[in-house]
């Protein structure tokens, strides 16, 4: 379209020439590559081990907020971190709800199934 090949490249893409995805199983377009790179290296190592731990520190937060709500954790709190980091907008919400039944839909009561007729 614009007469140019790889004009544009999507931050995927950019992320798979840079190394972000890890090893890719054939080599990729050297010229390409350092386009994406910018004068920069590769990933070359696990890209996990690049991020910082963050589980202390959520950890912290929640005990923190949930103190400031009166929220009562479980006895396992990483159980309630774990539900706060993976539904970070109602997290917290549900476990200052949890033991409050109005504040859920009611649980659907299942229906007598009916005789097939013949």
Known sequence: LTGERYKTIA??????LKGEYGHTPVPVNAGLQARVLEGGAPVTCRPADLLKPELAELEADVRRQAQEKGITLAGN???????????PQIGL???ENRHNPAAF???PQAEAAQPVAK
């Not at 931050?11 to 798979?16: F, N």
């Not at 709190?77 to 539904?87: G, K, P, Q, R, W």
């Open 77 to 87: 709190a990483i159980d309630d971190v774990l539900t706060v980091a993976l539904f």
């Open 11 to 16: 931050k995927e893409t950019a992320g798979i």
């Open 105 to 107: 839909e009611p649980v």
């Open 93 to 95: 919400k549900f476990l």
